[in-house]
């Protein structure tokens, strides 16, 4: 008898116009630069644009894609090209993700 599969935690996350736009931006970034690298882009960033792109404003993410994109939100928002405007919203939406994904792991 095989037990049934976890179901996967999701977030919804409502993002400011100027957030988006840094998400919208991060994971275009990427998904092209795993093109240029001849490699397969990375199914989250695909699936998160795509909810990004169908939102209007709210956004679902699963565990593993809120994550992913604190981790490569972080990674932009520290490194020194990264626009004031950017490091603002940027900061802000690796915040909202942080309290989600803390929250949820103090339940349990």
Request: aromatic residues 6%; hydrophobic residues 35%.
């Amino acid at each position: 008898m095989t037990s049934p599969q976890p179901e996967t935690e999701t977030y919804e996350v409502t993002l400011s116009s100027d957030e988006q736009w840094v998400v919208h931006a991060l994971l275009a970034s990427e998904i092209d630069g795993a093109i240029d690298d001849d490699e397969t882009p990375p199914e989250w960033a695909l699936e998160l644009f795509d909810a990004l792109e169908d939102g209007d404003g709210t956004t679902v993410l699963t565990s593993y894609q809120a994550r992913r994109l604190v981790d490569a939100m972080t990674a932009y928002v520290d490194g020194s090209d990264a626009p004031d405007g950017d490091v603002v919203h940027g900061s802000a939406v690796v915040e909202r993700l942080e309290d989600r994904l803390e929250s949820r792991e103090s339940i349990q």
